[in-house]
């Protein structure tokens, strides 16, 4: 565990002494800084007026904006995760750290797991910049704690969740820009998955003419088959973690996710001893 | 100290190691000769846990490297041959991370890494970022981070390529002062550097060890000097073996 946390120290160090680190964060407060700034006026407006926007009354805020603008968060994070995650492993390789790495009394996963806490270190100066938006709004606006610590937890959960898979791609490549890439695509990929099973009928594909045992098996394969890719997307379980209502499988999701991937990376780093 | 009992290493079809067996005693420097390409590299990476060996194994400092590669890992100081360094870290704060890694208690880490400096020549440098040293410095910060934590066995690989003359010597005294008390393995090319700060020498070539014995013993009763015994001995090899094998291509990588 100690030298986990040398590893991170050292990791995160790294994102501040190279500019990555300020570029990253300073990219994510600009946007997530606008898209509040924007949403929070639009809201005002609504409230002010409720009929002219087709509201009956005024609307609910934790429905309207926080929840919205938290998910908004969570997909930004998945946009410019892979900037933080791309250089955990591939670069020492890339510079050829990984032999020092690798020989000095570390454990793979003492290894791993420094580099992953190191880039949540990022996810969590990155909350840092959303937590300074909802304690402005907390002022003006009366809004449950509850609410906003189980939100920026969900979002905290999925940039989590998303960062070990960087972190997995990022130990199959030596190259930066690949992993990163790669990373992006995987997560679009995931999410075009996502919005297909938007489309597909809920009824049973299975003709009428097949018989009745054969025809159950059918819809129940294809039952699970459209509930998997309907789950693929990261943020399907954000969005009702957002508005504070917190369900165990939510949760769950989100750790196996992580927990997923780093056992992938872990399997991924041991196998330089059987690879030539 | 180190107890190398048949290692292979196959990449893919190649042998680039084959049954290299050799011990080396605690208080003894040990030259690693052989040609480019020769499978100096990839032992020492074995021995050092980077890579694991198809065949065989080793004991390093009483551990055994597949069983137990950490402990081996914490009593091995280990120099690579590009020097991989982090380039934005200062060369204080590298140091610092290396003996935290190492297991240097908080306390002691400053006067060690303060140690390791000195002993390397680099207080100089101290406040300096490893990406903008010179190759000289580079390398002794190599040194220096494998020296920290005081292991009792040292696998330095080419320590000194790409020295000017007055830093290869300094870098010779340095190891040949670690020699004493230290199980040290250097690999090199340079003939003379073995006559000069080695006991014992190891020739190895296309993966196979073809000599081993003291300086003294290997031009016993001739004049040869080390470099004839060490052409001599890797052509014996390729014409023993492989007739068609280039002769040229053990020889040439010489540097002499």
């Known amino acids: ?276 | 100290m180190i107890e190398a009992k048949g290692l292979t290493k196959y990449y893919g079809q190649l042998a680039a190691v084959e049954d290299v067996s050799f011990s080396v005693d605690r208080g003894e420097i040990l030259g690693f000769l052989g040609p480019n390409a020769a499978g100096k590299t990839t032992t020492m990476r074995i021995l050092t846990g980077f890579s694991p060996p198809s065949r065989g194994t080793a004991v390093v400092a009483g551990y055994d490297i597949k069983s137990d590669p950490i402990e081996v890992k914490r009593r091995v100081g280990y120099l690579p041959e590009s020097v991989p360094l982090y380039g934005e870290m200062l060369v204080s704060s590298f140091l610092e991370y290396v003996a935290e890694v190492k297991g240097v208690e908080r306390g002691r880490r400053r006067a060690e890494v303060g140690r390791v400096m000195e002993r390397c020549g680099l207080l100089e440098v101290t406040r300096r970022v490893c990406r903008n040293l010179s190759k000289g410095y580079r390398q002794r910060v190599g040194l220096a981070q494998a020296l920290i934590g005081d292991p009792p066995v040292l696998i330095l690989d080419e320590p000194t390529v790409g020295l000017d003359p007055r830093q290869v010597i300094e870098i010779r005294q340095v190891i040949k002062e670690l020699g004493q008390d230290h199980t040290v393995l250097l690999s090199t090319h340079i003939l003379p550097e073995v006559t000069m700060v080695c006991e014992r020498v190891l020739i190895i070539n296309r993966g196979r060890i073809v000599a081993q014995d003291t300086v003294a013993n290997l031009a016993r009763g001739t004049a040869r000097t080390l470099e004839e015994i060490f052409i001599s001995a890797v052509a014996q090899d390729a014409a023993d073996d492989q007739p068609a094998a280039p002769v040229a291509a053990a020889t040439g990588g010489g540097a002499l």
Not at chain 1, 59 to 83: A, H, Y
Not at chain 1, 102 to 110: F, G, Q, S
Not at chain 1, 193 to 201: I, Y
Request: glycine share 8%; proline share 4%; with cysteine.
């Open chain 1, 1 to 276: 565990m100690r030298n986990s946390w040398a590893v991170c120290k050292r990791e995160f160090a790294s994102y501040f002494i190279t500019p990555i680190g300020y570029v990253v964060v300073g990219t994510f407060a600009a946007i997530s800084g606008l898209a509040f700034s924007a949403s929070f006026l639009f809201y005002a407006k609504v409230s002010v007026n409720p009929g002219t926007y087709a509201y009956s009354s005024v609307p609910d805020f934790e429905e309207t904006l926080l929840s919205p603008f938290l998910t908004f968060c969570g997909t930004l994070i998945v946009f410019i995760g892979p900037l933080v995650t791309m250089r955990l492993l591939a670069e020492e390789r890339n510079r050829g750290t990984m032999e020092l790495l690798l020989t000095h009394p570390l454990r793979d996963r003492e290894i791993i797991f420094g580099k992953y806490l190191a880039a949540l270190g990022m996810l969590l100066v990155m909350m840092g910049v959303v937590a300074v938006h909802l304690l402005i709004v907390s002022r003006y606006v009366h809004v449950e704690g509850a609410v906003l610590v189980f939100g920026l937890a969900t979002v905290f959960m999925m940039g989590a969740a998303f960062f070990s898979l960087g972190l997995f791609v990022s130990s199959v490549t030596s190259n930066q820009v690949t992993a990163g890439a790669l990373t992006f695509g995987l997560w679009f990929i995931l999410y075009i998955f996502g919005s297909f099973a938007e489309d597909l009928p809920e009824a049973n594909p299975a003709p009428e003419a097949w018989g009745e045992m054969f025809r159950n098996s059918v819809g129940f394969l294809y039952d699970f088959f459209r509930g998997f890719l309907h789950q693929l997307p990261i943020d399907f379980h954000a969005k009702e973690m957002a508005k504070g209502i917190v369900q165990p499988e939510d949760i769950a999701y989100y750790v196996l996710f992580a927990a997923f991937f780093l056992f992938l990376t872990f399997r991924s780093l041991e196998s330089r001893k059987w690879r030539a």
